[in-house]
């Protein structure tokens, strides 16, 4: 295969996994502390909080299957894209109905699509997996799940600046990304990529700023807004994508607004600079 053979990798669309777990409450419980929240206990028969499924169905890899930046090595389920940096670009979806601590549920996981695009520094790959969680009748949870793929940064890469954040919203919080908030959170996801807890690999090896905030805790932080605020409400619908990374070196807020669509809120994380690191929207029932 040469370098980017897209052709060869798009073989892997509609390869497909499945995963069966025992939904047990210690990460629920644990999530719920390393979030600050005020919960009562997870016990069994309580329903899963919206995106606390990411803590279940891990993949699980030998240490000699590790890739040099943490990750699986290339191939298995997901294409073997020839591209170092690899990061979660975005998801939508759908809470359908709940999904119970206790309960024995079933992940099935399916390569939609694979495709390439040229950006402003170089290859893109873009896979597209779609996950549906299920109790082996009643369909839970539906996600499309974006990651990205591309080139490790040059010299001469331009230098672009995110898009500004909004500067008012209904309701927001400020969290400080401390080292011990990415570890606890990359240890409950069983995350091995070091950009989250490496600090010499983070700017040595791959030229970041600090530790880089885990998307898919940036996007739980934006949900766990949403229920600090509407605590009654149901999730039924959410979306969101990445913009721009978020450091461990300084503090950023995310915020929250009603739309002009009934039940509608757009989310969004904001870094320290103004800039939009995340942007999302949700819909309660």
């Not at 897209?6 to 979030?35: C, V, Y």
């Not at 893109?124 to 369909?139: P, Q, W, Y």
């Not at 230098?159 to 959170?185: E, G, H, M, N």
Request: negative net charge; aromatic residues 10%.
């Amino acid at each position: 295969m040469s370098r980017l053979d897209i052709d060869h990798l798009r073989k892997w669309i509609g390869r497909s996994e499945a995963r069966q777990e025992r939904i047990a409450p210690f990460p629920s419980n644990a999530l719920a502390a390393t979030l600050d929240r005020d919960d009562a206990p997870y016990v069994d028969g309580t329903a899963l909080p919206p995106l606390w499924h990411w803590m279940h169905f891990l993949p699980v890899f030998r240490m000699s299957d590790t890739n040099y930046d943490g990750h699986a090595a290339l191939g298995g389920f997901l294409p073997p894209v020839p591209l170092p940096r690899r990061m979660w670009a975005g998801s939508r979806l759908q809470f359908l109905a709940p999904m119970r601590i206790g309960q024995t549920l079933q992940k099935v996981s399916e390569v939609r699509s694979v495709t390439h695009k040229q950006g402003r520094t170089g290859d893109l790959v873009f896979v597209t997996v779609r996950h549906s969680l299920s109790d082996g009748e009643t369909l839970g949870v539906q996600e499309e799940h974006d990651i990205v793929y591309r080139e490790a940064p040059k010299d001469t890469d331009p230098v672009v600046a995110p898009p500004p954040a909004p500067d008012t919203s209904d309701f927001s919080r400020q969290i400080t990304p401390d080292p011990v908030l990415l570890f606890r959170y990359s240890a409950l996801t069983f995350n091995g990529h070091r950009i989250h807890y490496d600090q010499p690999f983070c700017t040595t090896t791959e030229g970041y700023d600090g530790l880089v905030v885990h998307g898919p805790l940036l996007a739980t932080l934006l949900l766990d807004l949403l229920r600090r605020n509407h605590p009654d409400a149901t999730v039924t619908d959410f979306r969101f994508r990445a913009i721009s990374t978020v450091f461990d070196t300084e503090p950023f807020s995310v915020h929250g607004m009603a739309t002009d669509t009934q039940g509608e809120f757009r989310l969004w994380a904001r870094r320290a600079d103004g800039a939009l690191a995340m942007d999302a929207t949700a819909r309660i029932g």
